[in-house]
């Protein structure tokens, strides 16, 4: 399974847009990109994921450039609600769905 | 919406004792997983299940066992509790192989004195 570094943390004030960048330098050519939010006491959320290029949906982007040795999830406008842990990971989604989360970024919003 | 259950919120159990969490799903997943979660070390893959009877190995299968008799119902048994084995435990689902996205419960946090 390929390995993920992400920043321990990022700071950041509300109405900003915050990258957050994640390096998987052995990734597989099956492997897909995927992003995770937690909020304390919750289980993880699934906020998006992609193959290369870009991806949109309704609450983020992921940037994926052509080598795919990393990646950014990009929140928009971020509020205090943004404020969790935000866990990168790669897998080969048909070979067992074994995903492996690292320690995750986590993110705080101020006003 | 998906949505998975699980069986406690809180659970406090002492060293040596046989326990059980329990998950339920209701969107007829194939695939439910269990992880346990501790501060630093993140989430890790304890066992998994691809279908009723069938299971696998995750990262840190030691010290538990895991049951799935029906589609919806995934048990993690910890046979006699250790203090170590004291965490957050996840339980989620997933459709299918095809997939990433893996649906969680909210956890258990078991205590083991």
């Known amino acids: 399974l390929a390995k993920t570094t992400q920043p321990i943390s990022m700071d950041s004030y509300e109405g900003q847009e915050v990258n957050i960048t994640c390096s998987h330098n052995?990734?597989?050519?099956?492997?897909?990109i995927t992003w995770y939010q937690q909020f304390p006491s919750q289980g993880p959320r699934f906020i998006i994921q992609?193959?290369?290029t870009k991806v949109t949906n309704e609450v983020a982007s992921l940037f994926i450039p052509a080598d795919r040795k990393s990646s950014t999830l990009s929140l928009p406008r971020v509020s205090l609600s943004d404020t969790a842990v935000y866990y990168c990971?790669?897998?080969?989604?048909?070979?067992?769905?074994?995903?492996?989360f690292g320690t995750g970024t986590q993110l705080k919003v101020e006003l | 919406d998906v949505k998975v259950t699980q069986s406690s919120r809180y659970l406090v159990k002492r060293t040596g004792e046989k326990v059980f969490l329990e998950c339920v799903q209701d969107?007829?997943?194939?695939?439910m997983f269990w992880y346990r979660q501790d501060p630093g070390l993140g989430l890790r893959l304890i066992y998994f299940?691809?279908?009723?009877?069938?299971?696998e190995k995750g990262d840190i299968p030691e010290g538990y066992s895991v049951s799935r008799e029906k589609k919806e119902r995934f048990s993690l048994i910890l046979e006699s509790a250790s203090t170590n084995q004291t965490s957050m435990y996840l339980c989620?689902?997933?459709?299918?192989?095809?997939?990433?996205?893996?649906?969680f419960g909210p956890g258990t946090r078991l205590t083991v004195l």
């Open positions: 992609g193959y290369k």
């Open positions: 989620a689902s997933n459709r299918d192989r095809r997939y990433n996205e893996q649906f």
């Open positions: 969107m007829d997943h194939e695939n």
């Open positions: 052995n990734i597989a050519t099956n492997d897909y």
């Open positions: 299940s691809y279908d009723v009877k069938m299971k």
């Open positions: 990971l790669v897998g080969f989604t048909g070979g067992g769905n074994k995903l492996t």
